[in-house]
């Protein structure tokens, strides 16, 4: 079983920057791909950014130029750091790992911006 804890989130105003964290644990196998998603109330989870074990990265547009995520695979460790933050932004963001084709998430961790 895999557990993700995560960290970093908290209020920014608009054009400010965060940075989240998210540890993995307790993996006995390899974590394949490490990513983001964010969820707004009455919207579904919608994924921000993943990064792969040998780091090919994909992004929702909506960050594109905004955001990188990057990971430290010895740490089991995915990033995201976020500059130029929107009010849009604000949302639950939750760290999800696909470890052994079974997929984990995190308990979520609340950014907002103020505009």
């Known amino acids: 079983q895999v557990q993700l804890v995560e960290s970093g989130g908290g209020l920014v105003q608009a054009g400010g920057s965060l940075r989240l964290s998210c540890a993995a644990s307790?993996?006995?196998?390899?974590?394949?791909?490490m990513g983001w998603y964010q969820q707004t109330p009455g919207k579904q989870r919608e994924l921000v950014a993943r990064?792969?074990?040998?780091?090919?990265?994909h992004y929702a547009d909506s960050v594109k130029g905004r955001f990188t995520i990057s990971r430290d695979n010895a740490k089991n460790t995915v990033y995201l750091q976020m500059n130029s933050l929107k009010f849009e932004d604000t949302a639950v963001y939750y760290c999800?790992?696909?470890?052994?084709?079974?997929?984990?998430w995190g308990k979520g961790t609340l950014v907002t911006v103020s505009s």
């Open positions: 990064i792969t074990s040998g780091g090919s990265t």
């Open positions: 307790g993996s006995r196998f390899s974590i394949n791909v």
């Open positions: 999800h790992v696909l470890s052994n084709y079974r997929d984990y």
